[in-house]
C-alpha cells in the first residue's frame, strides 16, 4: 500500500529577463516614444527603467520575448535600460537619448493670402517634425509634416491686413520664416 502525498504548493521558478535588442536604440529627450525591448522572461517583467528612470509598460505579450514600453523623459547621452521581475534584474542594454535639432523654414509658399485666413500653405525647411507655427502670434490649423520633416503644411488662421511674422516652434527650438506672410 502506497501513501498519499500531501498536497503542496509548488512555486515555479520564473527566469531573470534578459534583454537582447532594444527597437530603436535612440530617441527625443522628451520621451514619449514607444520602444520595443526584445528578449527573454519579458512577460513577467514588472518595472523597467531607463538610466534608473521608470519606463510606462504599454503591451507585455504572454510569449514572453517581446515587451512594449513608453521612453520616460532623460538628460541627453546613452543610458542603461533594464527590465526587472521577481528573479532579479536584466544585464543593462543601450539607449541613448538625442537632443532635437533646431528647425529650419527656407521658404513659405504662397506668400500672400486673403487676411480672413483658410489658405493653404506649404514650407519647406529641414528638422520640422513635431511642429507647430504661428503667424503673427496666432496658430495655423491642420499642421503636418511629411517627407522626414522637410515639408510642413497647414492653413494660415485669420490675421490683420499687412506682413505676417511666421514662427515654426519643435521640441529642438523655433524658426522665422524668411519674407513672412502677406495678408491682403
Not at 16 to 34: F, K
Not at 92 to 99: D, E, I, Q, R
Not at 145 to 165: E, F, H, I, S
Amino acid at each position: 500500500m502506497s501513501s498519499p502525498v500531501p498536497n503542496q504548493d509548488v512555486a515555479l521558478a520564473v527566469g531573470v529577463p534578459t534583454i537582447l535588442l532594444v527597437v530603436p536604440s535612440s530617441g527625443p529627450i522628451g520621451g514619449g516614444n514607444p520602444v520595443v525591448l526584445i528578449g527573454t522572461n519579458l512577460d513577467t517583467v514588472t518595472s523597467v527603467t531607463f538610466g534608473g528612470t521608470a519606463a510606462t509598460i504599454v503591451a507585455q505579450p504572454p510569449t514572453g520575448t517581446v515587451l512594449i514600453v513608453t521612453a520616460p523623459a532623460h538628460a541627453a547621452g546613452a543610458v542603461p535600460v533594464v527590465a526587472t521581475n521577481p528573479s532579479g534584474a536584466s544585464v543593462p542594454a543601450g539607449y541613448t537619448y538625442l537632443v532635437p535639432l533646431p528647425p529650419l523654414a527656407f521658404l513659405i509658399t504662397p506668400v500672400s493670402g486673403p487676411a480672413a485666413g483658410g489658405t493653404s500653405f506649404t514650407i519647406i525647411g529641414a528638422n520640422l517634425t513635431g511642429a507647430s507655427v504661428t503667424f503673427n502670434g496666432t496658430a495655423a490649423t491642420g499642421v503636418t509634416v511629411a517627407a522626414g520633416g522637410a515639408v510642413l503644411t497647414g492653413v494660415t488662421p485669420a490675421g490683420t491686413a499687412g506682413p505676417a511674422t511666421v514662427v515654426v516652434t519643435t521640441p529642438g527650438g523655433t524658426a522665422t520664416v524668411p519674407g513672412g506672410y502677406l495678408y491682403a
